[in-house]
């Protein structure tokens, strides 16, 4: 049941709107030379040159989280998971929430929201550089009550996600919500063709840099680091049977490359096969060239790991001009109305996850 301290659901949106007018005044005016190129490219696009409709994404994956929390919003303890530019930890203080984590895997972006917290006057309460296994670690060693957890765009770039949602129920041992969005919606056909490209792409192409690009991850053709590990891991195996084991392994990291690698030499074959036809990550860091999972899987796990789920169908921020505008607002009109048979039209999805333990 709702908190009877959280207010109402309208009103809780109307003041989340007001943070986030705030934010976006605040960072439009603030010289963001003091964080990464990384940050600086994302941050602009996603929330200072949009006229403040880029934080609306936040505000609604904020609501979501925080909506039925039992404790009043100035009590709450939310996680921002892969909270890459700050964003969301940023607009959670600036609303009021009274413990933010911020979690990221990559230090940049670790030291840019430290960088862009001191900047506005924002304390963000923890800053964790480091995975699911390092969040847990340390809000038990800090007793952090987690509430909430939120994130946007992470779901799709965690290697193992079965292993992450049968994890996640050790963040605490009281009922907590957790809102995992993604733009990687295998539903949506027009999303789906211009991935499959991009995986194709990042599979057996080597990439030049952009503007923005994240030092940690490689540009270099997945399967042909593939193919340079098995001659390491096997320098007498034939050049054919390392072709056909660099093709076998797409969608591994390198301990399970070599895993397959020893399985081969003892059995001449292996018995990994690929998730999906184009499905592809990073070797060195097993990052998903965006993830394509059934979201039917994604709630049976999750319920296998003891949560409530469901999935529902993301809607439009209303971005460009008038027409395009237009044309959102009747996408968000339909999908409102059709629910979760309306993902085929939708931008993202959300995975909606709520634990409730026994008494």
């Given at each position: 049941?709702?908190?009877?301290?959280?207010?109402?659901?309208?009103?809780?949106?109307?003041?989340?709107?007001?943070?986030?007018?705030?934010?976006?005044?605040?960072?439009?005016?603030?010289?963001?030379?003091?964080?990464?190129?990384?940050?600086?490219?994302?941050?602009?696009?996603?929330v200072?040159?949009?006229?403040?409709?880029?934080?609306?994404?936040?505000?609604?994956?904020?609501?979501?989280?925080?909506?039925?929390?039992?404790?009043?919003?100035?009590?709450?303890?939310?996680?921002?998971y892969?909270?890459?530019?700050?964003?969301m930890?940023?607009?959670?203080?600036?609303?009021?929430?009274?413990?933010?984590?911020?979690?990221?895997?990559?230090?940049?972006?670790?030291?840019?929201?430290?960088a862009?917290?001191?900047?506005?006057?924002?304390?963000?309460?923890?800053?964790?550089?480091?995975?699911?296994?390092?969040?847990?670690?340390?809000?038990?060693?800090?007793?952090?009550?987690?509430?909430?957890?939120?994130?946007?765009?992470?779901?799709?770039?965690?290697?193992?996600?079965?292993?992450?949602?049968?994890?996640?129920?050790?963040?605490?041992?009281?009922?907590?919500?957790?809102?995992?969005?993604?733009?990687?919606?295998?539903?949506?056909?027009?999303?789906?063709?211009?991935?499959?490209?991009?995986?194709?792409?990042?599979?057996?192409?080597?990439?030049?840099?952009?503007?923005?690009?994240?030092?940690?991850?490689?540009?270099?053709?997945?399967?042909?680091?593939?193919?340079?590990?098995?001659?390491?891991?096997?320098?007498?195996?034939?050049?054919?049977?390392?072709?056909?084991?660099?093709?076998?392994?797409?969608?591994?990291?390198?301990?399970d490359?070599?895993?397959?690698?020893?399985?081969?030499?003892?059995?001449?074959?292996?018995?990994?096969?690929?998730?999906?036809?184009?499905?592809?990550?990073?070797?060195?860091?097993?990052?998903?060239?965006?993830?394509?999972?059934?979201?039917?899987?994604?709630?049976?796990v999750?319920?296998?790991?003891?949560?409530?789920?469901?999935?529902?169908?993301?809607?439009?921020?209303?971005?460009?001009?008038?027409?395009?505008?237009?044309?959102?607002?009747?996408?968000?009109?339909?999908?409102?109305?059709?629910?979760?048979?309306?993902?085929?039209?939708?931008?993202y999805?959300?995975?909606?996850?709520?634990?409730?333990?026994?008494?």
């Open positions: 049941m709702p908190g009877r301290s959280q207010p109402s659901h309208g009103r809780l949106e109307a003041r989340i709107a007001a943070a986030s007018a705030r934010l976006h005044a605040k960072l439009t005016s603030l010289d963001l030379e003091t964080v990464s190129e990384y940050n600086q490219v994302y941050l602009r696009a996603d200072i040159d949009t006229d403040g409709v880029g934080l609306r994404l936040y505000e609604r994956l904020l609501a979501q989280a925080i909506a039925n929390a039992a404790v009043p919003i100035e009590d709450v303890a939310l996680v921002d892969g909270g890459g530019h700050g964003a930890s940023l607009l959670a203080k600036e609303l009021g929430i009274g413990t933010v984590v911020y979690v990221d895997i990559y230090d940049v972006s670790c030291d840019d929201v430290r862009l917290a001191t900047a506005l006057d924002l304390r963000i309460d923890e800053v964790i550089c480091g995975d699911l296994d390092d969040l847990i670690a340390a809000v038990r060693e800090r007793g952090i009550r987690v509430d909430a957890v939120a994130s946007y765009d992470v779901l799709e770039h965690i290697y193992d996600l079965e292993e992450h949602l049968n994890r996640l129920p050790a963040l605490s041992d009281g009922a907590f919500r957790v809102i995992h969005a993604s733009s990687a919606n295998i539903e949506n056909p027009r999303y789906l063709r211009g991935v499959m490209k991009a995986q194709r792409q990042a599979e057996t192409e080597t990439r030049s840099p952009r503007l923005g690009h994240k030092e940690r991850d490689t540009l270099r053709s997945h399967r042909d680091i593939r193919l340079d590990m098995i001659r390491q891991e096997a320098p007498s195996m034939s050049p054919e049977d390392a072709q056909r084991l660099a093709v076998a392994t797409r969608g591994l990291i390198q301990r490359i070599e895993r397959c690698v020893r399985e081969f030499e003892q059995t001449g074959q292996i018995s990994y096969r690929p998730d999906h036809p184009t499905n592809t990550c990073d070797p060195y860091t097993g990052n998903w060239a965006e993830h394509l999972v059934e979201l039917g899987w994604l709630t049976t999750a319920a296998k790991a003891g949560f409530t789920a469901r999935v529902t169908p993301g809607l439009y921020l209303g971005r460009g001009g008038v027409p395009k505008r237009a044309g959102q607002a009747a996408l968000n009109s339909v999908i409102r109305t059709v629910g979760r048979r309306a993902m085929p039209l939708a931008p999805y959300v995975l909606e996850l709520e634990r409730v333990p026994a008494p």
